[in-house]
């Protein structure tokens, strides 16, 4: 039975995705992603709603309007923690592959046929 390691075992790479989860939350960075970008606006202006409510210009409860703009900003965060382990991992098989090709040795042979001629 072949065991794998889950990303989210590995502790450095999880508090260096969580890190990256809130430094993602730049709007250039949302820019990128158009379907990310219309929830992080929502969260922006739903936040913007809550704050407003609490002025007393309300049509629903105050607690209901944070409510959703929790519930958006945890979608805008999870979202970016997921892309940041995904890119984590990216890397840590590339830095994998590459101590690899250092580690492996290669032996060229001189003829086909003669696999004991080699160097």
């Given at each position: 039975?072949?065991?794998?390691?889950?990303?989210?075992?590995?502790?450095?790479?999880?508090?260096?995705?969580?890190?990256?989860?809130?430094?993602?939350?730049?709007?250039?960075?949302?820019?990128?992603?158009?379907?990310?970008?219309?929830?992080?606006?929502?969260?922006?202006?739903?936040?913007?709603?809550?704050?407003?409510?609490?002025?007393?210009?309300?049509?629903?409860?105050?607690?209901?309007?944070?409510?959703?703009?929790?519930?958006?900003?945890?979608?805008?965060?999870?979202?970016?923690?997921?892309?940041?382990i995904a890119e984590?991992?990216?890397?840590?098989?590339?830095?994998?592959?590459?101590?690899?090709?250092?580690?492996?040795?290669?032996?060229?042979?001189?003829?086909?046929?003669?696999?004991?001629?080699?160097?």
């Amino acid at each position: 039975m072949i065991k794998t390691k889950s990303a989210l075992s590995d502790n450095q790479m999880v508090v260096r995705a969580i890190k990256d989860s809130f430094i993602k939350l730049s709007p250039k960075v949302q820019a990128e992603n158009p379907v990310m970008l219309l929830v992080y606006i929502s969260a922006i202006l739903t936040s913007l709603l809550w704050v407003a409510s609490l002025s007393g210009v309300q049509d629903v409860s105050s607690g209901y309007t944070l409510a959703i703009a929790i519930i958006l900003w945890l979608t805008c965060i999870f979202a970016n923690f997921a892309e940041a382990i995904a890119e984590g991992r990216g890397k840590a098989q590339a830095d994998a592959l590459r101590a690899a090709k250092k580690d492996v040795e290669a032996y060229k042979l001189h003829d086909a046929n003669n696999k004991e001629n080699y160097e």
